[in-house]
Protein backbone atom coordinates (compact mmCIF):
# COMPACT_ATOMS: atom_id res chain seq x y z
CA UNK A 1 0.00 0.00 0.00
CA UNK A 2 1.26 3.31 -0.42
CA UNK A 3 3.11 4.06 2.45
CA UNK A 4 1.90 8.09 1.77
CA UNK A 5 -1.22 7.41 3.20
CA UNK A 6 -0.30 6.13 6.44
CA UNK A 7 1.47 8.93 7.38
CA UNK A 8 -2.18 11.07 6.81
CA UNK A 9 -3.15 11.87 10.03
CA UNK A 10 -6.14 9.96 11.45
CA UNK A 11 -8.44 11.52 13.60
CA UNK A 12 -10.59 8.78 15.31
CA UNK A 13 -13.15 7.85 12.13
CA UNK A 14 -12.71 11.30 10.52
CA UNK A 15 -10.67 13.36 8.92
CA UNK A 16 -10.18 16.95 10.63
CA UNK A 17 -12.18 19.42 7.80
CA UNK A 18 -9.36 22.71 8.88
CA UNK A 19 -6.89 20.42 7.36
CA UNK A 20 -8.23 20.44 4.23
CA UNK A 21 -7.69 22.91 1.49
CA UNK A 22 -10.59 23.83 -0.88
CA UNK A 23 -8.29 24.39 -4.05
CA UNK A 24 -9.60 24.79 -7.47
CA UNK A 25 -10.14 21.80 -9.05
CA UNK A 26 -9.40 20.58 -12.73
CA UNK A 27 -12.41 19.36 -14.97
CA UNK A 28 -10.96 17.58 -18.22
CA UNK A 29 -13.50 18.59 -21.39
CA UNK A 30 -14.39 21.11 -23.31
CA UNK A 31 -15.55 24.09 -22.40
CA UNK A 32 -19.29 22.72 -21.76
CA UNK A 33 -22.31 24.83 -23.31
CA UNK A 34 -23.46 28.18 -21.74
CA UNK A 35 -20.40 27.65 -19.21
CA UNK A 36 -19.53 31.69 -17.85
CA UNK A 37 -16.15 32.80 -18.90
CA UNK A 38 -14.20 35.62 -19.07
CA UNK A 39 -15.25 36.97 -22.85
CA UNK A 40 -13.99 40.25 -24.51
CA UNK A 41 -16.26 41.96 -27.57
CA UNK A 42 -14.05 41.27 -30.76
CA UNK A 43 -16.78 41.46 -33.10
CA UNK A 44 -15.14 44.45 -34.54
CA UNK A 45 -12.12 42.68 -35.72
CA UNK A 46 -12.12 40.42 -39.03
CA UNK A 47 -13.82 36.99 -38.67
CA UNK A 48 -11.86 34.17 -38.38
CA UNK A 49 -12.14 31.52 -41.18
CA UNK A 50 -14.72 28.53 -40.31
CA UNK A 51 -13.09 24.99 -39.74
CA UNK A 52 -14.76 23.01 -42.66
CA UNK A 53 -13.67 19.59 -44.88
CA UNK A 54 -10.99 21.58 -46.68
CA UNK A 55 -9.57 23.19 -43.67
CA UNK A 56 -5.72 21.91 -43.59
CA UNK A 57 -5.04 19.40 -40.25
CA UNK A 58 -2.39 21.47 -38.93
CA UNK A 59 -3.96 24.66 -39.34
CA UNK A 60 -7.03 23.08 -37.25
CA UNK A 61 -5.11 21.62 -35.12
CA UNK A 62 -3.39 24.79 -34.12
CA UNK A 63 -6.56 26.45 -33.29
CA UNK A 64 -8.10 24.35 -31.79
CA UNK A 65 -4.95 22.83 -29.10
CA UNK A 66 -2.52 25.87 -29.48
CA UNK A 67 -4.82 28.70 -28.89
CA UNK A 68 -8.31 30.05 -28.04
CA UNK A 69 -11.70 28.68 -28.62
CA UNK A 70 -14.25 30.72 -30.79
CA UNK A 71 -17.93 31.27 -29.58
CA UNK A 72 -20.78 32.96 -30.95
CA UNK A 73 -22.64 34.62 -28.75
CA UNK A 74 -26.59 34.72 -29.32
CA UNK A 75 -26.83 37.85 -31.81
CA UNK A 76 -24.37 35.98 -33.81
CA UNK A 77 -21.30 38.58 -32.52
CA UNK A 78 -18.09 36.40 -32.50
CA UNK A 79 -16.33 36.96 -28.87
CA UNK A 80 -13.24 35.45 -27.18
CA UNK A 81 -13.17 32.39 -24.70
CA UNK A 82 -10.69 31.59 -22.15
CA UNK A 83 -7.54 29.02 -23.55
CA UNK A 84 -7.96 25.55 -22.75
CA UNK A 85 -5.13 24.17 -25.40
CA UNK A 86 -2.59 23.87 -22.78
CA UNK A 87 -5.01 21.09 -20.46
CA UNK A 88 -6.50 19.62 -23.92
CA UNK A 89 -3.54 19.17 -25.85
CA UNK A 90 -1.37 18.11 -22.69
CA UNK A 91 -2.95 16.68 -20.31
CA UNK A 92 -5.90 14.82 -22.56
CA UNK A 93 -4.20 14.03 -25.82
CA UNK A 94 -4.50 11.29 -27.23
CA UNK A 95 -2.61 7.92 -26.02
CA UNK A 96 0.88 7.67 -27.89
CA UNK A 97 2.68 4.42 -29.25
CA UNK A 98 5.36 4.62 -26.32
CA UNK A 99 5.85 1.77 -24.21
CA UNK A 100 5.28 1.90 -20.74
CA UNK A 101 9.18 2.22 -20.04
CA UNK A 102 9.40 4.70 -22.74
CA UNK A 103 6.72 7.00 -20.99
CA UNK A 104 8.17 6.35 -17.35
CA UNK A 105 11.78 7.56 -19.05
CA UNK A 106 10.09 10.74 -20.75
CA UNK A 107 8.30 11.67 -17.38
CA UNK A 108 11.96 11.39 -15.41
CA UNK A 109 13.39 12.88 -18.14
CA UNK A 110 10.96 16.23 -17.37
CA UNK A 111 11.34 15.98 -13.90
CA UNK A 112 14.68 16.59 -13.95
CA UNK A 113 14.39 19.77 -16.59
CA UNK A 114 14.38 23.31 -14.34
CA UNK A 115 13.93 25.44 -17.53
CA UNK A 116 12.76 28.96 -15.95
CA UNK A 117 9.64 30.21 -17.52
CA UNK A 118 9.79 33.78 -19.93
CA UNK A 119 6.81 34.19 -18.90
CA UNK A 120 7.32 35.25 -15.24
CA UNK A 121 5.05 32.56 -13.78
CA UNK A 122 5.64 30.43 -11.22
CA UNK A 123 4.44 27.43 -13.12
CA UNK A 124 5.42 26.61 -16.55
CA UNK A 125 5.39 23.38 -18.72
CA UNK A 126 9.15 22.27 -17.47
CA UNK A 127 8.04 22.49 -13.27
CA UNK A 128 4.55 21.20 -12.90
CA UNK A 129 4.51 17.84 -12.16
CA UNK A 130 5.33 15.89 -14.43
CA UNK A 131 3.06 12.61 -14.08
CA UNK A 132 0.40 14.44 -14.91
CA UNK A 133 1.92 15.48 -18.31
CA UNK A 134 2.62 12.09 -19.17
CA UNK A 135 -1.04 11.02 -18.32
CA UNK A 136 -3.24 10.92 -21.76
CA UNK A 137 -7.12 10.74 -22.19
CA UNK A 138 -8.48 10.67 -25.10
CA UNK A 139 -11.98 10.09 -25.25
CA UNK A 140 -12.23 13.98 -24.36
CA UNK A 141 -8.99 14.63 -26.07
CA UNK A 142 -7.93 16.94 -29.69
CA UNK A 143 -11.10 15.44 -31.85
CA UNK A 144 -13.70 15.94 -28.48
CA UNK A 145 -11.75 19.79 -28.07
CA UNK A 146 -12.13 20.33 -32.20
CA UNK A 147 -16.12 18.90 -31.72
CA UNK A 148 -17.23 21.42 -29.13
CA UNK A 149 -15.93 24.38 -31.14
CA UNK A 150 -18.33 23.03 -34.18
CA UNK A 151 -20.87 22.95 -31.77
CA UNK A 152 -20.92 26.34 -30.76
CA UNK A 153 -20.22 27.50 -34.22
CA UNK A 154 -23.46 25.82 -34.99
CA UNK A 155 -25.46 27.06 -32.29
CA UNK A 156 -24.39 30.10 -33.37
CA UNK A 157 -26.41 30.35 -36.95
CA UNK A 158 -23.49 29.81 -39.08
CA UNK A 159 -24.30 27.39 -41.76
CA UNK A 160 -21.39 26.99 -43.97
CA UNK A 161 -19.69 23.24 -42.09
CA UNK A 162 -20.83 19.98 -44.13
CA UNK A 163 -23.19 19.02 -41.43
CA UNK A 164 -26.33 20.61 -39.45
CA UNK A 165 -25.57 18.83 -35.91
CA UNK A 166 -22.19 17.12 -33.96
CA UNK A 167 -22.31 13.72 -32.68
CA UNK A 168 -21.08 13.23 -29.62
CA UNK A 169 -19.69 9.58 -30.23
CA UNK A 170 -16.82 10.08 -28.21
CA UNK A 171 -18.18 9.40 -24.98
CA UNK A 172 -20.73 7.21 -22.91
CA UNK A 173 -22.94 10.49 -21.82
CA UNK A 174 -26.05 9.35 -22.50
CA UNK A 175 -28.33 12.08 -21.60
CA UNK A 176 -26.71 14.56 -24.09
CA UNK A 177 -27.41 12.50 -26.62
CA UNK A 178 -31.34 12.70 -25.77
CA UNK A 179 -31.68 9.69 -23.28
CA UNK A 180 -34.55 10.68 -21.23
CA UNK A 181 -33.82 10.80 -17.49
CA UNK A 182 -36.26 7.87 -15.61
CA UNK A 183 -39.21 9.51 -14.60
CA UNK A 184 -39.11 8.46 -10.97
CA UNK A 185 -35.60 9.01 -10.48
CA UNK A 186 -36.34 12.73 -11.17
CA UNK A 187 -39.06 13.27 -8.89
CA UNK A 188 -37.97 12.07 -6.89
CA UNK A 189 -34.66 14.15 -6.78
CA UNK A 190 -36.57 17.16 -7.24
CA UNK A 191 -38.20 16.94 -3.69
CA UNK A 192 -35.15 15.85 -2.18
CA UNK A 193 -33.25 19.16 -3.45
CA UNK A 194 -36.55 21.29 -2.33
CA UNK A 195 -38.24 19.80 0.22
CA UNK A 196 -40.60 22.29 0.83
CA UNK A 197 -42.47 20.94 -2.23
CA UNK A 198 -43.92 18.02 0.28
CA UNK A 199 -45.77 20.72 1.89
CA UNK A 200 -48.18 20.16 -1.11
CA UNK A 201 -48.58 16.59 -1.97
CA UNK A 202 -52.21 16.93 -3.28
CA UNK A 203 -50.83 19.46 -5.68
CA UNK A 204 -47.88 17.15 -6.59
CA UNK A 205 -50.17 13.92 -7.11
CA UNK A 206 -53.49 15.95 -8.61
CA UNK A 207 -51.21 18.37 -10.74
CA UNK A 208 -47.34 17.12 -11.26
CA UNK A 209 -48.43 13.52 -12.03
CA UNK A 210 -46.37 12.61 -8.59
CA UNK A 211 -47.35 9.14 -7.10
CA UNK A 212 -47.88 8.42 -3.68
CA UNK A 213 -44.53 6.10 -3.48
CA UNK A 214 -42.38 8.58 -5.14
CA UNK A 215 -43.96 11.24 -2.21
CA UNK A 216 -42.64 7.73 0.58
CA UNK A 217 -39.54 7.24 -0.98
CA UNK A 218 -37.97 10.88 -0.74
CA UNK A 219 -39.51 11.28 2.60
CA UNK A 220 -37.97 7.96 3.51
CA UNK A 221 -34.83 9.47 1.94
CA UNK A 222 -34.78 12.58 3.85
CA UNK A 223 -35.08 10.88 7.25
CA UNK A 224 -31.78 9.22 6.22
CA UNK A 225 -29.90 11.78 4.94
CA UNK A 226 -31.13 14.85 6.22
CA UNK A 227 -30.34 16.96 3.75
CA UNK A 228 -28.62 16.98 0.67
CA UNK A 229 -26.84 20.01 1.17
CA UNK A 230 -25.13 18.41 4.04
CA UNK A 231 -22.10 16.25 4.23
CA UNK A 232 -22.38 12.26 4.96
CA UNK A 233 -20.55 10.00 6.34
CA UNK A 234 -17.15 9.41 4.28
CA UNK A 235 -17.85 5.99 3.03
CA UNK A 236 -21.59 7.23 2.07
CA UNK A 237 -25.17 7.70 4.20
CA UNK A 238 -25.51 4.20 5.98
CA UNK A 239 -28.96 3.69 5.28
CA UNK A 240 -27.67 3.99 1.23
CA UNK A 241 -24.97 1.65 1.68
CA UNK A 242 -27.70 -0.83 3.54
CA UNK A 243 -29.87 -0.79 0.50
CA UNK A 244 -26.66 -1.49 -1.73
CA UNK A 245 -25.61 -4.47 0.01
CA UNK A 246 -29.10 -5.49 0.25
CA UNK A 247 -29.36 -5.56 -4.02
CA UNK A 248 -25.94 -7.19 -4.13
CA UNK A 249 -27.46 -10.20 -1.86
CA UNK A 250 -30.31 -10.44 -4.36
CA UNK A 251 -28.08 -10.33 -7.31
CA UNK A 252 -25.32 -12.90 -6.41
CA UNK A 253 -27.39 -14.45 -3.86
CA UNK A 254 -24.78 -14.17 -1.07
CA UNK A 255 -24.81 -12.26 1.82
CA UNK A 256 -23.19 -8.56 1.60
CA UNK A 257 -22.37 -5.83 4.41
CA UNK A 258 -22.62 -2.45 4.54
CA UNK A 259 -19.68 -2.09 6.22
CA UNK A 260 -17.54 -2.96 3.13
CA UNK A 261 -19.16 -0.56 0.55
CA UNK A 262 -17.94 2.60 -0.07
CA UNK A 263 -20.05 5.53 -2.01
CA UNK A 264 -18.36 7.22 -4.31
CA UNK A 265 -17.99 10.48 -7.39
CA UNK A 266 -18.82 7.91 -10.25
CA UNK A 267 -17.18 4.80 -10.82
CA UNK A 268 -13.86 6.99 -11.68
CA UNK A 269 -13.34 7.95 -8.40
CA UNK A 270 -13.38 4.57 -6.89
CA UNK A 271 -10.93 3.32 -9.05
CA UNK A 272 -8.74 6.77 -8.06
CA UNK A 273 -8.91 5.61 -4.35
CA UNK A 274 -8.58 1.98 -4.92
CA UNK A 275 -5.19 2.43 -7.36
CA UNK A 276 -4.28 5.02 -4.76
CA UNK A 277 -3.81 2.54 -2.07
CA UNK A 278 -2.66 -0.22 -4.14
CA UNK A 279 0.19 1.45 -5.68
CA UNK A 280 3.00 1.06 -3.32
CA UNK A 281 5.67 2.74 -5.48
CA UNK A 282 6.96 3.32 -9.13
CA UNK A 283 7.70 -0.73 -9.00
CA UNK A 284 3.89 -1.30 -8.58
CA UNK A 285 2.31 -2.73 -11.33
CA UNK A 286 -1.12 -3.67 -12.41
CA UNK A 287 -2.14 -5.65 -15.60
CA UNK A 288 -4.69 -3.76 -17.72
CA UNK A 289 -6.65 -4.74 -20.68
CA UNK A 290 -5.63 -3.92 -23.40
CA UNK A 291 -7.72 -2.04 -25.33
CA UNK A 292 -8.68 -0.64 -22.48
CA UNK A 293 -10.63 2.56 -20.91
CA UNK A 294 -7.59 5.31 -20.50
CA UNK A 295 -9.40 6.31 -17.06
CA UNK A 296 -6.67 3.06 -15.94
CA UNK A 297 -3.37 4.13 -17.76
CA UNK A 298 -3.68 8.08 -17.28
CA UNK A 299 -4.32 7.10 -13.10
CA UNK A 300 -1.33 5.06 -13.40
CA UNK A 301 1.00 6.98 -15.10
CA UNK A 302 -0.29 10.20 -12.50
CA UNK A 303 1.08 7.32 -10.19
CA UNK A 304 4.20 6.57 -11.32
CA UNK A 305 2.96 2.99 -11.62
CA UNK A 306 3.26 0.46 -14.26
CA UNK A 307 0.49 -0.19 -16.65
CA UNK A 308 1.30 -3.72 -17.49
CA UNK A 309 -0.74 -4.68 -20.58
CA UNK A 310 -2.43 -7.63 -21.41
CA UNK A 311 -4.12 -7.74 -24.89
CA UNK A 312 -7.83 -8.98 -25.38
CA UNK A 313 -8.53 -11.84 -28.17
CA UNK A 314 -10.30 -9.65 -30.83
CA UNK A 315 -10.61 -13.59 -32.70
CA UNK A 316 -13.31 -14.44 -30.01
CA UNK A 317 -14.75 -11.34 -29.46
CA UNK A 318 -12.32 -9.51 -27.12
CA UNK A 319 -12.22 -12.49 -24.48
CA UNK A 320 -10.10 -13.06 -21.77
CA UNK A 321 -7.00 -15.01 -23.15
CA UNK A 322 -5.29 -16.71 -20.16
CA UNK A 323 -2.24 -17.42 -21.52
CA UNK A 324 -1.89 -13.99 -22.57
CA UNK A 325 -2.61 -12.55 -19.49
CA UNK A 326 0.03 -15.07 -17.96
CA UNK A 327 2.55 -14.14 -20.64
CA UNK A 328 2.19 -10.98 -19.80
CA UNK A 329 2.81 -10.99 -16.09
CA UNK A 330 5.61 -13.33 -16.50
CA UNK A 331 7.35 -10.87 -18.50
CA UNK A 332 6.87 -8.14 -16.22
CA UNK A 333 7.79 -10.53 -12.86
CA UNK A 334 11.42 -10.68 -15.44
CA UNK A 335 11.91 -7.65 -15.02
CA UNK A 336 11.22 -6.68 -11.18
CA UNK A 337 8.01 -5.05 -11.57
CA UNK A 338 5.64 -6.28 -8.91
CA UNK A 339 2.69 -6.75 -10.23
CA UNK A 340 -0.18 -6.49 -7.69
CA UNK A 341 -3.84 -5.84 -9.43
CA UNK A 342 -5.58 -6.90 -12.28
CA UNK A 343 -8.05 -5.11 -13.98
CA UNK A 344 -10.92 -6.50 -15.73
CA UNK A 345 -13.42 -4.36 -17.54
CA UNK A 346 -16.82 -6.63 -17.76
CA UNK A 347 -18.60 -5.81 -19.69
CA UNK A 348 -16.03 -4.10 -22.05
CA UNK A 349 -15.26 -0.48 -22.63
CA UNK A 350 -14.43 -0.23 -25.70
CA UNK A 351 -14.92 -3.06 -26.62
CA UNK A 352 -18.19 -3.90 -25.53
CA UNK A 353 -17.09 -7.95 -24.69
CA UNK A 354 -19.60 -9.68 -22.03
CA UNK A 355 -17.20 -12.49 -20.20
CA UNK A 356 -18.77 -16.00 -19.32
CA UNK A 357 -18.67 -17.54 -16.01
CA UNK A 358 -15.63 -19.95 -17.38
CA UNK A 359 -13.71 -16.80 -18.05
CA UNK A 360 -14.66 -15.27 -14.59
CA UNK A 361 -13.35 -18.34 -13.26
CA UNK A 362 -10.23 -18.60 -14.68
CA UNK A 363 -9.48 -15.14 -14.03
CA UNK A 364 -10.34 -15.86 -9.99
CA UNK A 365 -7.95 -18.72 -10.08
CA UNK A 366 -5.37 -17.10 -11.81
CA UNK A 367 -5.66 -13.78 -9.29
CA UNK A 368 -5.82 -17.08 -6.61
CA UNK A 369 -2.39 -18.63 -7.40
CA UNK A 370 -0.14 -15.39 -8.23
CA UNK A 371 -2.24 -13.22 -5.48
CA UNK A 372 -3.52 -10.71 -7.26
CA UNK A 373 -6.00 -7.95 -6.26
CA UNK A 374 -9.10 -8.16 -8.31
CA UNK A 375 -10.57 -4.90 -9.76
CA UNK A 376 -13.54 -5.81 -11.27
CA UNK A 377 -15.34 -2.50 -13.03
CA UNK A 378 -18.83 -3.75 -13.60
CA UNK A 379 -20.11 -0.68 -14.54
CA UNK A 380 -21.95 -2.01 -17.56
CA UNK A 381 -23.43 -4.66 -15.95
CA UNK A 382 -27.53 -4.39 -17.13
CA UNK A 383 -25.88 -3.50 -20.54
CA UNK A 384 -25.45 -6.69 -22.08
CA UNK A 385 -27.38 -8.21 -25.47
CA UNK A 386 -25.77 -11.36 -25.55
CA UNK A 387 -25.93 -13.59 -22.57
CA UNK A 388 -26.16 -12.54 -18.83
CA UNK A 389 -24.05 -10.66 -16.85
CA UNK A 390 -21.87 -12.22 -13.90
CA UNK A 391 -20.86 -10.87 -11.48
CA UNK A 392 -16.81 -11.82 -9.71
CA UNK A 393 -18.35 -11.30 -6.49
CA UNK A 394 -20.97 -14.07 -7.42
CA UNK A 395 -17.99 -16.68 -9.14
CA UNK A 396 -15.20 -15.88 -6.23
CA UNK A 397 -18.57 -16.63 -3.47
CA UNK A 398 -19.31 -19.80 -5.38
CA UNK A 399 -15.65 -21.15 -5.64
CA UNK A 400 -15.02 -20.34 -1.86
CA UNK A 401 -18.09 -22.08 -1.06
CA UNK A 402 -17.05 -25.13 -3.84
CA UNK A 403 -13.73 -25.43 -2.63
CA UNK A 404 -13.22 -24.10 0.72
CA UNK A 405 -9.82 -24.90 1.58
CA UNK A 406 -8.48 -23.73 -1.88
CA UNK A 407 -7.35 -20.11 -0.26
CA UNK A 408 -10.23 -18.30 -2.26
CA UNK A 409 -11.39 -16.86 0.80
CA UNK A 410 -7.85 -14.91 0.49
CA UNK A 411 -8.39 -13.16 -3.11
CA UNK A 412 -9.41 -9.46 -2.60
CA UNK A 413 -11.82 -8.39 -5.24
CA UNK A 414 -12.93 -4.75 -5.39
CA UNK A 415 -16.03 -4.37 -7.96
CA UNK A 416 -17.35 -1.29 -8.80
CA UNK A 417 -20.78 0.29 -10.21
CA UNK A 418 -22.36 3.92 -11.34
CA UNK A 419 -25.16 5.61 -11.93
CA UNK A 420 -23.80 7.22 -15.19
CA UNK A 421 -24.40 4.18 -16.94
CA UNK A 422 -27.33 1.67 -17.91
CA UNK A 423 -30.78 2.73 -18.24
CA UNK A 424 -29.92 5.37 -15.60
CA UNK A 425 -27.10 7.11 -17.99
CA UNK A 426 -26.64 9.99 -14.79
CA UNK A 427 -23.41 10.94 -15.51
CA UNK A 428 -24.00 14.31 -13.99
CA UNK A 429 -25.08 13.23 -10.94
CA UNK A 430 -21.50 11.92 -10.33
CA UNK A 431 -22.55 8.59 -8.02
CA UNK A 432 -21.37 5.17 -7.52
CA UNK A 433 -19.94 3.21 -5.28
CA UNK A 434 -17.07 -0.08 -4.97
CA UNK A 435 -17.26 -3.02 -2.92
CA UNK A 436 -14.42 -4.65 -1.02
CA UNK A 437 -14.38 -8.16 -0.63
CA UNK A 438 -11.61 -10.47 1.61
CA UNK A 439 -9.76 -7.37 2.24
CA UNK A 440 -7.59 -6.96 5.16
CA UNK A 441 -9.12 -4.88 7.92
CA UNK A 442 -6.61 -2.48 8.55
CA UNK A 443 -6.39 -1.49 5.02
CA UNK A 444 -9.75 -0.82 4.79
CA UNK A 445 -9.38 1.69 7.44
CA UNK A 446 -7.17 3.11 5.09
CA UNK A 447 -9.06 3.16 2.70
CA UNK A 448 -11.51 4.87 5.20
CA UNK A 449 -9.13 7.67 5.90
CA UNK A 450 -8.39 7.87 1.76
CA UNK A 451 -11.94 8.43 1.01
CA UNK A 452 -12.24 10.57 4.05
CA UNK A 453 -9.96 13.07 2.71
CA UNK A 454 -12.18 14.00 0.01
CA UNK A 455 -15.17 14.14 2.90
CA UNK A 456 -18.09 12.29 0.80
CA UNK A 457 -19.10 11.38 -2.16
CA UNK A 458 -22.02 14.29 -3.68
CA UNK A 459 -25.08 13.16 -1.44
CA UNK A 460 -27.66 13.93 -4.22
CA UNK A 461 -25.61 11.16 -6.20
CA UNK A 462 -25.42 8.87 -3.66
CA UNK A 463 -29.25 9.36 -3.06
CA UNK A 464 -29.17 8.70 -7.00
CA UNK A 465 -27.70 4.73 -6.65
CA UNK A 466 -30.43 4.15 -3.95
CA UNK A 467 -32.89 4.43 -6.36
CA UNK A 468 -30.67 3.03 -8.77
CA UNK A 469 -30.24 -0.28 -6.74
CA UNK A 470 -33.75 -0.27 -5.67
CA UNK A 471 -36.09 1.38 -8.29
CA UNK A 472 -40.42 0.64 -8.33
CA UNK A 473 -41.15 -2.68 -7.63
CA UNK A 474 -44.42 -4.50 -9.21
CA UNK A 475 -47.56 -3.67 -7.50
CA UNK A 476 -45.83 0.15 -6.74
CA UNK A 477 -47.70 2.68 -8.50
CA UNK A 478 -44.78 4.31 -10.25
CA UNK A 479 -43.64 0.60 -11.57
CA UNK A 480 -45.37 0.58 -14.54
CA UNK A 481 -43.88 3.64 -15.94
CA UNK A 482 -40.23 2.77 -14.75
CA UNK A 483 -40.55 -0.41 -16.38
CA UNK A 484 -42.22 1.04 -19.81
CA UNK A 485 -39.38 4.02 -19.20
CA UNK A 486 -36.41 1.67 -18.55
CA UNK A 487 -37.51 -1.03 -21.07
CA UNK A 488 -37.44 1.93 -24.29
CA UNK A 489 -34.02 2.80 -23.30
CA UNK A 490 -32.45 -1.27 -23.34
CA UNK A 491 -34.90 -1.82 -26.40
CA UNK A 492 -33.27 1.81 -28.15
CA UNK A 493 -29.61 0.95 -27.65
CA UNK A 494 -30.04 -2.69 -28.81
CA UNK A 495 -31.64 -1.27 -31.93
CA UNK A 496 -28.87 1.16 -32.81
CA UNK A 497 -26.31 -0.86 -31.77
CA UNK A 498 -27.36 -3.42 -34.53
CA UNK A 499 -28.29 -0.55 -36.87
CA UNK A 500 -24.62 0.37 -36.24
CA UNK A 501 -23.06 -2.80 -36.60
CA UNK A 502 -25.12 -3.50 -39.93
CA UNK A 503 -23.65 -0.45 -41.57
CA UNK A 504 -20.01 -1.35 -40.53
CA UNK A 505 -20.19 -5.14 -42.29
CA UNK A 506 -21.37 -2.57 -45.69
CA UNK A 507 -18.25 -0.65 -45.55
CA UNK A 508 -14.70 -1.82 -46.87
CA UNK A 509 -12.50 -2.77 -45.35
CA UNK A 510 -14.09 -2.76 -41.40
CA UNK A 511 -14.41 -5.79 -39.34
CA UNK A 512 -16.64 -5.18 -36.13
CA UNK A 513 -17.89 -8.40 -33.89
CA UNK A 514 -21.67 -8.53 -32.83
CA UNK A 515 -22.60 -5.85 -29.98
CA UNK A 516 -22.39 -8.07 -26.72
CA UNK A 517 -23.09 -5.28 -24.48
CA UNK A 518 -21.90 -1.73 -22.98
CA UNK A 519 -22.56 1.45 -25.14
CA UNK A 520 -19.66 0.72 -27.63
CA UNK A 521 -18.91 -0.89 -30.76
CA UNK A 522 -14.85 -0.86 -31.25
CA UNK A 523 -14.65 -1.81 -35.24
CA UNK A 524 -11.00 -2.79 -37.32
CA UNK A 525 -10.57 -0.51 -40.15
CA UNK A 526 -8.02 -1.63 -42.87
CA UNK A 527 -7.12 1.68 -44.67
CA UNK A 528 -5.57 2.40 -47.80
CA UNK A 529 -1.55 2.85 -47.87
CA UNK A 530 -2.03 6.36 -49.30
CA UNK A 531 -4.16 7.00 -46.20
CA UNK A 532 -1.36 5.96 -43.59
CA UNK A 533 0.92 8.32 -45.86
CA UNK A 534 -1.07 11.10 -45.87
CA UNK A 535 -1.61 10.60 -41.89
CA UNK A 536 2.17 10.27 -41.38
CA UNK A 537 2.80 14.12 -42.98
CA UNK A 538 0.84 15.35 -40.21
CA UNK A 539 2.52 13.36 -38.24
CA UNK A 540 -0.73 11.40 -37.29
CA UNK A 541 -1.70 7.44 -36.83
CA UNK A 542 -3.72 6.47 -39.56
CA UNK A 543 -6.56 5.62 -36.79
CA UNK A 544 -6.23 9.73 -35.56
CA UNK A 545 -6.09 10.87 -39.43
CA UNK A 546 -9.21 9.04 -40.35
CA UNK A 547 -11.26 9.66 -37.58
CA UNK A 548 -10.32 13.31 -37.63
CA UNK A 549 -11.61 13.29 -41.24
CA UNK A 550 -14.76 11.95 -40.14
CA UNK A 551 -15.27 14.96 -38.04
CA UNK A 552 -14.74 17.40 -40.29
CA UNK A 553 -17.16 15.64 -42.93
CA UNK A 554 -19.77 14.48 -40.80
CA UNK A 555 -20.06 16.25 -37.27
CA UNK A 556 -19.73 12.98 -35.51
CA UNK A 557 -16.59 12.51 -33.66
CA UNK A 558 -15.87 8.97 -32.06
CA UNK A 559 -12.23 8.15 -30.64
CA UNK A 560 -9.11 6.28 -32.54
CA UNK A 561 -8.30 3.03 -31.21
CA UNK A 562 -4.82 4.12 -30.06
CA UNK A 563 -6.46 5.88 -27.57
CA UNK A 564 -7.63 2.82 -25.70
CA UNK A 565 -4.73 0.78 -27.08
CA UNK A 566 -3.99 -1.57 -30.05
CA UNK A 567 -2.11 -4.03 -31.15
CA UNK A 568 0.82 -2.88 -33.34
CA UNK A 569 -0.07 -2.97 -36.50
CA UNK A 570 -3.84 -2.75 -36.22
CA UNK A 571 -6.06 -0.02 -36.71
CA UNK A 572 -9.30 0.51 -34.72
CA UNK A 573 -12.02 3.63 -33.81
CA UNK A 574 -14.49 3.42 -30.45
CA UNK A 575 -17.59 4.86 -31.04
CA UNK A 576 -21.18 4.73 -29.00
CA UNK A 577 -24.37 3.78 -30.16
CA UNK A 578 -25.92 6.50 -27.69
CA UNK A 579 -27.36 9.37 -30.31
CA UNK A 580 -31.00 9.34 -31.78
CA UNK A 581 -31.88 8.07 -34.76
CA UNK A 582 -29.90 6.37 -37.66
CA UNK A 583 -29.00 9.49 -40.33
CA UNK A 584 -25.95 9.73 -38.74
CA UNK A 585 -25.10 6.20 -38.87
CA UNK A 586 -25.31 6.73 -43.19
CA UNK A 587 -23.05 9.81 -43.14
CA UNK A 588 -20.55 7.30 -41.33
CA UNK A 589 -21.29 5.09 -44.21
CA UNK A 590 -20.91 7.93 -46.95
CA UNK A 591 -17.59 9.58 -45.75
CA UNK A 592 -16.01 5.95 -45.51
CA UNK A 593 -16.91 5.72 -49.39
CA UNK A 594 -15.24 8.61 -50.81
CA UNK A 595 -12.48 8.38 -48.24
CA UNK A 596 -11.68 4.94 -49.81
CA UNK A 597 -11.99 5.65 -52.93
CA UNK A 598 -10.25 8.82 -52.07
CA UNK A 599 -6.76 7.29 -50.64
CA UNK A 600 -7.33 3.87 -53.03
Not at 61 to 66: F, K, L, V
Not at 501 to 518: D, I, L, N, R, T
Not at 565 to 578: I, V
Request: charged share 20%.
Amino acid sequence: MAPYLMRVARRGTTINNSALSHSARFIPGALPRGTPSTRADVSGLAPAPPLTATTPLSSAAARCAGRCFSSITSTGKRVGVIPVAATAAVVMGQLSNQSQSQQQQQVRNMASSSTPSSSGRRLNMNNINPHVKAAKYAVRGELAVKSEEYRAYLQGGMTDLPFSEVISANIGNPQQLDQKPITFFRQVLSLLENPVLLEKEDVLIEHLGYKKDVIERAKKLLKVVGSVGAYSASNGVPAIRQSIADFLERRDGFPASQSDIYLSAGASSGVNTLLHVVCQDSNTGILVPIPQYPLYTASLAVLDAHCVEYHLDESKNWGTDLEIIKSSYEAAKAKGIDVRAIVIINPGNPTGASLSESDIRSVIEFARQERLVILADEVYQTNVFIGEFVSFKKVLRTLQKERPNDGFDQVELASLHSVSKGMVGECGHRGGYFELVNFDPDVQQEIYKFVSIMLCAPVIGQCLVDLMVNPPRPGEESYELYKKEYNAIYDGLKERATALHKAFEQMEGVECGSPQGSMYLFPTINLPEKAAEAAKKEGRTPDEFYCLRLLEATGVCVVPGSGFGQREGSLHFRTTFLAPGTEWVGSIVKFHREFMEKYR
